[in-house]
């Protein structure tokens, strides 16, 4: 298997555009997580779908971030209008029991 | 609500050395907790998993132990290797059903040659 893949890898935008960002899981993994990673703040779950079902979305910012799974083999997450303060890097995990597999990353970078 | 902590956030060792992390949590209240490896520009991989009712797990090499009641987690990395220099998280899941991990903000293990 590819492991999770996640696209783009890296992403320059300007403050108040639209980004999205997508994640393929692992084939047969019933759980997806969208984190993001910030030298400040570490390592933050934003939200995780279960059978394609948000589970827990505790951790989304505000409204400007939505994230969805349209089905078992792909997710977005998407920030509506960008602001500076999102620059991070975001990542896709997924799982079938306990071990949670990683992606890659998107590094965002918000001018 | 659950607050996880490494310390110390950076540490250089030479070759050979064995060593060990701390990991530190607030609430006994786990499910398990997990030790992950970052390499620079990576996404995490997962090293070791221990169970609440679990003491501690062995991989290689590496070996994490588990005391629930303090809330504390060691991982000891025995005769380091440069090939080991990485960040190191630790994360905890609660009880009750939840796939959330709570994770630290690391220790950045730097193995000179």
């Known amino acids: 298997d590819a492991g999770v893949i996640q696209s783009p890898r890296h992403e320059v935008t300007e403050m108040g555009q639209e980004v999205t960002l997508r994640c393929k899981p692992i084939s047969g993994h019933n759980s997806l997580f969208w984190y993001r990673q910030t030298m400040m703040r570490g390592l933050e779950l934003l939200i995780y779908f279960n059978n394609n079902v948000p589970i827990d979305d505790s951790g989304m910012p505000e409204d400007r971030f939505s994230a969805k799974m349209p089905n078992a083999s792909f997710s977005t997450l998407k920030i509506q209008p960008s602001e500076p303060r999102d620059s991070a890097v975001y990542f896709c995990?997924?799982?079938?029991?306990?071990?949670?597999?990683f992606g890659p990353g998107t590094r965002l970078l918000v001018l | 609500k659950q607050e996880v902590t490494q310390i110390p956030a950076a540490l250089s060792v030479p070759e050979g050395e064995n060593l060990v992390l701390n990991c530190s949590f607030t609430d006994s209240a786990i499910y398990n907790l997990q030790w992950f490896r970052q390499d620079p520009g990576k996404g995490l991989t997962s090293l070791l998993l221990?169970?609440?009712?679990?003491r501690e797990q062995t991989s290689g090499r590496l070996n994490a132990s588990l005391d629930k009641s303090s809330g504390r987690s060691t991982l000891y990395i025995a005769a380091s290797q440069p090939g080991d220099s990485a960040t190191y998280l630790c994360a905890v899941r609660r009880k009750g059903g939840s796939e959330k991990l709570v994770f630290g903000k690391g220790t950045k293990l730097t193995v000179n040659p």
């Open positions: 221990i169970q609440s009712s679990q």
């Open positions: 995990a997924s799982s079938s029991k306990e071990t949670q597999y």
